[in-house]
């Protein structure tokens, strides 16, 4: 049976993405690699085609990733260049992940990827490579020994092409774990960033008017504070995640807490994946990221001088009442998420529009109506905002959760 923890409390140091990635029995540079072998093809030729018996004369740049890696994701763009710079010559792209099928084509066709995409279901290749961390990156020159072991953001045109011309690869060597090795054991580039993480449960006086449910934190997003707030609240404010957006199954732990989160300035993803770690040891909750085909709305901008929406430097805040709401100095992220609450569908931007506003939108609502329709909301945008909804479906990112089960906590 799992109970709630009255505190947790997390303070840690962790490795930066472009360090150790494998521990120290994997293979390095100078060795034969282990066997090249993919489950399935997303893009490219397939499975039984690629082998390294198969890609002799060629050479390989071999990246493990995923699609709810950020890093890896941030890579993208970069290995896309890498793909069209060396699409003459004979350089192979080979980019492998673990995941579903359906998940990574779906992802593709939001972030398309220039190379090769196999899908190594068992992880046999993952775990013949020693990975321990993605984006993980290896170089395998044409004569099929190991060149380099990096992080992609590391890898540029040179270095591929002296592999290309029989040279030593000038990246350096990579960092490895072995099974004793701690993040310590790992010299880092700049301090490790310190976090710390507190969910306690709170009791809501009798006399009182309900729960605050307030938030609190910085703007750089690497300190947050929860009074008297519901776990739903706690994935809403600290990943920015709006509920229309996540996929619940089951019950998310009912109660009150104040949560209290703190890193170092500038490490806001950090704090949210050691946050997802605290909510799987205190609720036993998973959290996972997925892209799903999804009724939503798509925002554009149809007229640049509306009445409601004026640009403005300072920041400020606001809210909703009956009616109308109001803010006064706040960026396209936060009116989204308003359009997003009266509408109860997910609402992608696609204004393009950057800098805070001072907002000022309103709606008829008929007596006894707690909530505007849809059309309302709609033809108020338009008006007040130029902003125009349209309905569409298109692939979305959608947050999942659930609670594990004694069979998961094994």
């Known amino acids: 049976m799992r109970c709630f923890i009255a505190v947790v409390a997390i303070s840690c140091a962790i490795a930066y993405e472009s360090f150790a990635t494998a521990d120290i029995n994997g293979p390095k540079q100078g060795d034969m690699p282990p066997p090249l072998v993919v489950t399935q093809t997303i893009q490219g030729p397939v499975p039984k085609e690629i082998s390294w018996e198969k890609l002799k004369g060629k050479v390989v740049v071999l990246e493990f990733w995923a699609t709810w890696c950020g890093p890896c994701v941030a890579a993208i763009p970069h290995l896309n260049d890498l793909v069209e710079q060396f699409h003459d010559k004979p350089v192979v792209f080979l980019s492998v992940s673990s995941e579903e099928a359906g998940f990574v084509r779906n992802f593709l066709k939001l972030r398309p990827m220039k190379g090769w995409v196999a899908l190594d279901d068992d992880e046999g290749l993952k775990n013949a490579f020693h990975v321990q961390g993605i984006p993980h990156t290896v170089i395998v020159d044409a004569g ?29 060597d990579s960092p490895v774990f072995n099974s004793r090795s701690t993040v310590a054991d790992v010299v880092p580039t700049e301090p ?78 950090d704090l949210q994946n050691q946050f997802l770690a605290a909510l799987r040891t205190t609720f036993g909750l998973e959290v996972a990221k997925t892209i799903r085909e999804s009724e939503v709305y798509q925002l554009t901008q149809i007229n640049t001088n509306a009445p409601g929406l004026i640009p403005t ?98």
């Open 144 to 172: 099929g020994r190991i060149a380099a072991i990096t992080h992609p953001a590391k890898l540029e045109a040179r270095h591929l092409e002296e592999v290309l011309n029989g040279q030593k690869c000038s990246l350096p």
């Open 192 to 269: 490790p960033p310190l976090f710390e993480i507190t969910i306690s449960r709170r009791k809501v006086p009798k006399n009182s008017n309900g729960p605050m449910c307030s938030w609190s934190g910085k703007n750089d997003g690497s300190a947050f504070h929860g009074e008297e707030a519901t776990v739903e609240s706690a994935l809403e404010n600290v990943f920015g995640w709006s509920r229309f957006r996540m996929s619940i199954k089951g019950q998310l732990p009912e109660g009150y807490y104040n949560f209290q989160l703190q890193a170092s300035p500038g490490h806001k993803v």
């Open 313 to 410: 430097e300072k920041e400020g805040g606001g809210g909703l009442t009956r009616g109308e709401f109001l803010l006064t100095g706040s960026d396209m992220k936060v009116i989204v998420a308003y359009l997003e609450l009266l509408l109860e569908k997910p609402v992608v931007d696609e204004t393009k529009l950057s800098g805070r506003f001072l907002v000022g939108m309103q709606w008829e609502m008929a007596d006894g109506e707690t909530k505007p329709k849809a059309d309302v909301v709609i033809e108020a945008a338009r008006t007040r905002l130029g902003l125009k909804l349209t309905p569409v479906r298109k692939p979305i990112e959608i947050i999942e959760i659930h609670r594990m089960s004694a069979t998961d906590s094994e």
